[in-house]
């Protein structure tokens, strides 16, 4: 059986002398992978305060200092559990973060992050990100 979703979140690209946070998901069609810290926009959020919410939780860092940089989509098949799958479309909304706090959380935050880390966008292996991650690195490195 297969299931269609569409899961639309924020998402937000925090770079610090050519750092990026990442996460490690901890759930879902991307587990193990590094992603850009963000989620699911909740029934009557704007995508704004979902990416200031979402920032916290996975993070632990407050921002007030953003600015809208794209919209991605993304299309995944993946096993829920044996003979059922799910059809991910994933929609996000991207935003660049500017923040002076370097002092991130890195336990998870036990739903969908395993953690956050800064990781040098110079030696990431691309294999390992989720194709909104690989978007920010290649934006990044113009």
Partial sequence: MI???????SYGIIVN??????IKKARGGYTGKLDLPGGGIEHEESPETALKREIMEEVGIGINNYKLLTTLSNNLT????ENYFEDLHHIGIIYIINTSDTNIKEEPD????NGAN???INTLNLDKLTPFAKYAIN???K
């Avoid at 299931?3 to 979140?9: A, P, Q, S």
């Avoid at 002398?17 to 990442?22: A, E, F, P, S, Y």
């Avoid at 993946?78 to 559990?81: G, P």
């Fill in 110 to 113: 036990g739903i969908d992050s």
């Fill in 139 to 141: 934006y990044l490195k």
């Fill in 17 to 22: 002398d050519q750092k990026i946070v990442l």
């Fill in 78 to 81: 993946w096993k829920i559990k």
């Fill in 3 to 9: 299931r269609k979703h569409t899961h639309i979140g």
């Fill in 118 to 120: 800064w990781y040098d």
